[in-house]
């Protein structure tokens, strides 16, 4: 009974988080995946940040590392009768296009909504929500850099959803008793009564 509620919980989790392979690499289903992208942000994290690297030269010296090894690869293969570099077709699927600009035009309008809601219907606890978030991203951004910040996220990515999963009963128990204290603390607060304007 208990394996059974356990591999259903592992499954709610494995199908919030899309239920495909980045399902199986945040939750470490996939292990390979899992260690090389753990070991390659720490090696980046470690060539940017510690060692002193610049993000743009980097790319900008591979690429053009890649580039001349490219170029003489296909110039030594006419010259020597061998088959030219396997370079494969470098063009973006209009499928795939067209999905991003779903995904980017659903973001958009949401953040319009949002914008919308605080100034038109005049939401306090909208702008309290935004206004808070805005300030913890300054506040985390005066505190470490952008790089810093995206390995911590990968870090989190990796370690977050593995132990949700192992912890799911604990975890929601916490947050359903937390959400239930900031409820009440919510209810005593009292809010100013807004009378609705129809806006064309």
Do not use: C
Request: charged share 15%; net charge positive.
């Amino acid at each position: 009974m208990g394996d059974s509620a356990s591999s259903s919980s592992s499954s709610s989790v494995h199908k919030s988080l899309g239920g495909g392979s980045v399902a199986d690499l945040l939750l470490w289903r996939n292990r390979t995946g899992a260690v090389i992208l753990l070991v390659s942000s720490t090696g980046f994290w470690f060539l940017f940040e510690r060692a002193g690297y610049n993000l743009l030269s980097f790319v900008s010296n591979v690429l053009l590392l890649l580039v001349a090894i490219l170029f003489l690869w296909a110039k030594s293969a006419s010259l020597l009768n061998r088959p030219l570099p396997p370079v494969p077709n470098m063009e973006i699927p209009e499928e795939f296009a067209i999905k991003a600009a779903d995904e980017i035009r659903v973001l958009i309008n949401h953040v319009l909504s949002i914008a919308s809601d605080i100034t038109i219907a005049r939401n306090p606890i909208r702008l309290l929500q935004v206004s808070f978030v805005l300030w913890a991203i300054s506040y985390v951004g005066t505190l470490i850099n952008s790089l810093t910040l995206v390995y911590i996220v990968v870090l989190l990515s990796l370690s977050v959803p593995v132990v949700y999963e192992k912890y799911q009963e604990h975890i929601d128990d916490k947050l359903s008793s937390t959400s239930e204290v900031i409820r009440n603390i919510s209810r005593k607060i009292p809010m100013p009564v807004s009378k609705e304007k129809k806006y064309q």
